[in-house]
């Protein structure tokens, strides 16, 4: 699949915003390292709003047609695409409600602004998932037609939170510890997750073949002619391919800035509270994580490609 | 009624007729046009609604040339349609033909990554996803001859290897002829059931070229001419 730079950075920005929304949240009601301040939580949420927004209008500039864009939000019950678009933008009322909430701090209002976040929340977490739907629900896609998408997505939007909030807490001076330790687990999972999709999608199963394509099962098939002088369409789109070595280099890349040394790093944050430190590392895992968004489109294969020569896809 | 094109792949020469007839009644159609990039460029490119490919099955000297026409197959179960944000695709109810709403589409690409055919393709120019309507503004334009309302592929092909009709009905032509000939759908394990059949090439005996008997006048005077003439 042709990686499309704006569907990259939109997953990813909005993915840790989202992430940061929903363990800033969870870091609020249990108070985690002393409790952020009520303006330090709405400035925190505020910066995962930006995220969000950033990574929502990279995702329209993809559209060939954003005009019609609106429309987006008819198809609710069958679209996944649909349905991201409506979550994310129910998220928005709950998650502004929270903010206001927690800057003015108002006592009397402490359980409808703990409601709304946590409302919030949770459509932060179904929009997520949702975005892992879009590309999990393809059947025509091996590499993205598993369950393993949607956790993936789910926990590199938290990994990347994760240190964001980290960063937050450094600045806030709080104890760094459990900040530390959730970031910590995050990337773990991540890393695991990571690690058990690239081992799946090695392999490919039982998948189409250039012979289903056709029909003929009995023999060999091989392509003659494409039957186009130049490129299509359907080559730009899902013609791209990586060179294995290529791929093998930045699955390193992604392993080392995205989880190894965020990791490594993770302990002298803990131990000397630096906001400079913390941004750093969220830079490197955001880095690391825009690699693997990259390999995510460059290393799937559409089975559009068996009509083009491909002997499986 | 469920209508479709049934494509026979024993009698395919593969020359690309449907494929500019499509382009040429299709580029004034209703999803017109049909966007050239750099028709008279070094990189000629555009929108297309079929395309052709040409396969060898078997190997060599065992094998066989097939010539592989392929458009919509107007799939009962639509992943496109299951999958547009914008309910620009849709599938008629009353003949299951699939379309794109040019007014609804967005151009988000989701429906071409939805389908296995490679039957979508998006118009750079409008920002709109385009397909085959199966002529849609043919098949019931009540002003042309009946035998002219059909698609203009399947009018213009010189091999008869097309053939359209309604594929729900057991006994129309279309049908018949997918049972006789044990038609088939393509990719059938991703579960779209496509309208569209393909007709296998037939086990035909070679027709006999040599021991045809003993020769007539022609073929005597053919041999003493031979004779007679140094190649």
């Known amino acids: 699949m042709h990686p499309a730079f704006s569907v990259i950075f939109f997953t990813v920005s909005s993915g840790a915003g989202f992430g940061l929304f929903a363990l800033l949240y969870l870091a609020d009601v249990l108070k985690l390292g002393g409790g952020l301040s009520g303006e330090q939580v709405a400035a925190t949420g505020a910066m995962a709003l930006c995220f969000i927004i950033a990574g929502l ?12 864009a609106w429309r987006a939000f008819s198809r609710f019950r069958t679209s996944w695409l649909s349905r991201e678009g409506v979550f994310s933008v129910a998220f928005f009322p709950f998650a502004f409600g929270y903010l206001v909430l ?54 590199m939007g938290h990994a990347s939170g994760a240190l964001m909030l980290l960063a937050v807490a450094a600045w806030a001076g709080l104890a760094l510890l459990p900040f530390a330790s959730i970031a910590a687990s995050f990337l773990i999972l991540g890393a695991l997750l990571k690690a058990i999709y690239y081992f799946w999608i090695a392999e490919p199963g039982a998948s189409a073949s250039i012979q289903t394509a056709t029909g003929f099962t009995r023999a060999q098939v091989k392509l003659l002619d494409t039957g186009h002088t130049h490129g299509t369409f359907l080559t730009e789109e899902f013609g791209f391919q990586v060179a294995r070595r290529y791929a093998l280099a930045l699955k390193v890349f992604v392993f080392v800035a995205g989880f190894i040394l965020p990791l490594v790093m993770l302990g002298s944050v803990a131990g000397q509270p630096s906001l400079l430190l913390g941004s750093l590392i969220t830079g490197l895992a955001l880095l690391g994580l825009v690699a693997e968004r990259w390999l995510f489109f460059a290393e799937a294969r559409h ?11 | 009624m469920r209508l479709g ?9 593969g020359c690309h007729a449907c494929a500019v007839a499509c382009k ?30 040409h396969y060898e099955v078997g190997e060599y000297p065992n094998s066989k040339t097939i010539n592989f026409p392929m458009s919509c197959m107007h799939c009962e179960d639509a992943a496109c349609v299951t999958v547009c944000p914008t309910g620009a695709s849709y599938k008629r109810a009353e003949d299951g033909i699939v379309l794109v709403d040019q007014d609804k589409c967005m151009g988000c690409n989701l429906c071409s990554w939805a389908c296995p055919y490679g039957a979508r393709e998006l118009d750079r120019e409008s920002g709109t996803m385009k397909k085959c309507t199966l002529c849609i503004d043919r098949i019931y334009d009540q002003n042309l001859p009946i035998e002219d309302r059909q698609p203009v592929c399947v009018m213009v092909c010189p091999a008869h290897a097309r053939m359209f009709g309604d594929l729900d009905d057991p006994d129309s032509a279309v049908s018949l002829t997918v049972r006789e000939r044990e038609g088939y759908q393509l990719m059938p394990e991703l579960g779209y059931k496509p309208t569209n059949q393909y007709l296998p090439p037939r086990k035909a005996k070679p027709i006999p070229t040599e021991n045809m008997g003993k020769p007539g006048f022609k073929e005597r005077l053919k041999s003493l001419a031979n004779k007679i003439v140094k190649r």
């Open chain 1, 57 to 68: 209008l990279s995702s329209v500039a993809h559209l060939a047609n954003p005009k019609n």
């Open chain 1, 102 to 155: 927690s800057w003015f701090a108002a006592p009397s209002l402490e359980v409808a602004r703990l409601a709304v976040g946590g409302a919030a929340t949770l459509l932060a977490w179904i929009t997520i998932f949702s975005t892992g739907m879009i590309y999990a629900s393809l059947k025509t896609i091996r590499q993205w037609n598993t369950p393993l998408v949607p956790a993936n997505y789910l926990a």
């Open chain 1, 303 to 313: 089975v559009v490609n068996l009509y083009h020569g491909s002997q499986r896809c």
């Open chain 2, 5 to 13: 094109l049934v494509i026979d792949l024993d009698v395919c020469v």
């Open chain 2, 24 to 53: 040429q009644w299709n580029t004034s159609g209703t999803t017109a046009p049909l966007t050239d990039y750099q028709p008279y460029g070094a990189e000629p490119s555009g929108v297309w609604f079929n395309r052709i490919r």
